[in-house]
């Protein structure tokens, strides 16, 4: 498909959480505890899709002469001060949750609502090497998880009295969390990708974060392919991909929490619907369509969009912003 085209290169400045794994040999299925961050996900974990797809990329350390570059947000100031020429470079940041990426080219975002001009939306990757839920388990609701950064977990769902509530009803609080500490390190401890017991997964995030619209739908995502309902809190990553009631249960509160639990429990046939719309619904977010999507915009849609006569002066000014950068950092 990219047969001959020009060659993408993907900026990874720091990858000794990788040790002594070579990017070129890692298979995301079978070694999916390295992508557990963001530059990971997003750099690496891409770069190493397309290439198994037979894409034309290349990862790098250090900034290429010229050409696309792709980088996570949090390096693209390393890649401007780094660069020989950053006006050569055809800069394309890939934003995760940050902020704006003023200095980039294009921006790689993860939902449709954070789309400006001359953003992509292309989605997280779903979790790699994931373990579907036990079909065996029937529509039984035992154990409810959440999976994820503990910051990014209601306080009413981390203390005592929701355990209690929940162990009430017979249900068991699978808290799987961990407190990051930077985006180079492998969390090789965590079960991430693990819904084999996991019946139901609730992610109510703090109310300050609902409107935060640069946050992903990937703990939908996942949901939807590991054959598991969702009780998720009332963000804009999950309602635009909303078409009923079946693809979650919103809740505001523990208290709503609760009673979507009680929902799940007392009608087998809610439970059993939404398994099979998630099902559905997780195709559109398979690797091999968001391969395709990458494609489509580093190898279509940007050259299309540079090859106009107006591109040249943004470059120029985005170079003197990176030049005044670098003055200011000396």
Request: proline share 6%; charged share 25%; glycine share 6%.
């Amino acid at each position: 498909m990219t047969q001959g085209a020009h060659r993408v290169s993907f900026y990874l400045p720091n990858r000794s959480g990788l040790r002594s794994l070579e990017p070129l040999t890692l298979d995301p299925e079978r070694d999916w505890a390295v992508f557990g961050t963001g530059v990971y996900v997003w750099i690496l974990q891409t770069f190493v899709r397309l290439h198994r797809a037979g894409a034309h990329v290349q990862l790098v350390d250090a900034p290429p002469p010229g050409g696309i570059v792709v980088t996570h947000a949090d390096h693209l100031s390393r890649l401007l001060a780094d660069a020989p020429s950053p006006a050569e470079l055809t800069i394309v940041a890939a934003r995760s949750d940050r902020g704006p990426q003023w200095l980039a080219d294009f921006t790689i975002v993860q939902n449709a609502a954070s789309a400006r001009r001359g953003d992509f939306f292309i989605p997280s990757w779903s979790q790699p090497g994931l373990i579907p839920r036990n079909r065996e388990r029937g529509t039984r609701l035992e154990r409810a998880a959440y999976v994820g950064a503990i910051k990014e977990l209601d306080p009413e769902l981390t203390g005592a009295a929701w355990k209690d509530a929940l162990r009430a009803r017979g249900v068991e609080w699978d808290l799987r969390t961990v407190a990051f500490s930077g985006n180079d390190r492998v969390y090789s401890e965590l079960r991430w990708n693990d819904y084999s017991t996991t019946d139901a997964i609730v992610a109510l995030r703090p109310k300050e974060s609902w409107d935060v619209r640069s946050k992903p739908a990937a703990k939908l995502q996942n949901a939807w392919a590991a054959g598991v309902p969702a009780i998720l809190s009332p963000e804009i990553a999950y309602r635009e991909l909303r078409r009923s009631r079946l693809d979650y249960l919103e809740v505001r509160s523990r208290t709503e929490a609760l009673e979507a639990i009680d929902a799940l429990r007392a009608d087998p046939s809610l439970y059993a619907d939404m398994v099979s719309n998630g099902v559905e619904r997780a195709r559109d977010f398979q690797p091999d369509r968001l391969v395709e999507r990458w494609i489509e915009v580093l190898w279509r849609r940007i050259p299309e969009r540079t090859a106009r006569p107006g591109y040249r002066l943004l470059v120029n000014a985005r170079g003197l912003r990176a030049f005044l950068r670098r003055i200011r950092q000396r």
